[in-house]
């Protein structure tokens, strides 16, 4: 379980937004898999265990939750944010867009989660904790969805329009995710962690699957 010394209603609120975001991961890889069960099963059979492995990882951080405030008010509660992130990655689903919930999902918000927890890691290490294998589960499992996603993208056969397109999905994404930095930046500089480079790194990640 990973605990976070001198706990704060930041460091909660922190957990929060990753509880939350596994929770959106492994709903929105969950519809994935299902959309492409048929056209593609090997990618339809990875995204199925993605789902599992992000509902793994949002037992820890429910968990750690609990285990900073047992009696906290986040373990079941949905994020303004990451909700309207989640129905627009469902409904792109829905109408046939499944590159762009990829690009969304796996190349844009787990290029996030992958900078936060790999950042959170190197706090935790400073501090000693352990459950080194936990953690490292996590990184690495988060490190493979992103792989896979710029793969993904990266192999498809776009036209010079519908590659436009994909880019000018990215814009509300990128607005989200700007403001969910801002919602948690407190959180973060309690923990010393500092997102400067998040969406530097998230844009070049979106051009690199792109290229």
């Given at each position: 379980m990973i605990t976070i010394?001198?706990?704060s209603i930041e460091t909660e609120h922190f957990l929060f937004v990753l509880l939350a975001g596994e929770r959106l991961a492994a709903s929105v890889s969950a519809k994935q898999s299902k959309f492409l069960k048929s056209s593609n099963p090997k990618v339809s059979r990875f995204l199925?265990?993605?789902s599992r492995q992000e509902s793994f990882h949002a037992s820890v951080f429910?968990?750690?939750l609990l285990?900073?405030?047992p009696k906290s008010r986040?373990?079941?509660?949905e994020h303004p944010i990451l909700t309207n992130m989640q129905k627009q990655l469902e409904d792109a689903i829905d109408h046939g867009r499944i590159e762009e919930s990829i690009l969304g999902l796996q190349v844009m918000i787990e290029e996030l989660g992958e900078c936060a927890l790999n950042d959170l890691d190197i706090t935790l290490e400073?501090?000693?904790f352990g459950l080194h294998k936990v953690r490292r589960i996590i990184l690495n499992q988060e490190k493979a969805h992103h792989t896979f996603g710029e793969r993904y993208i990266a192999e498809q056969k776009f036209t010079l329009a519908s590659r436009q397109t994909l880019l000018r999905s990215c814009d509300s994404y990128l607005d989200d995710i700007d403001t969910l930095l801002a919602d948690i930046?407190?959180?973060?500089n309690s923990l010393n962690i500092s997102p400067q480079d998040y969406l530097q790194r998230i844009s070049s990640s979106i051009y690199q699957a792109l290229s």
């Open positions: 010394a001198n706990p199925k265990a993605q429910r968990a750690s285990w900073l405030n986040y373990t079941h509660k400073k501090y000693r930046e407190p959180a973060l």
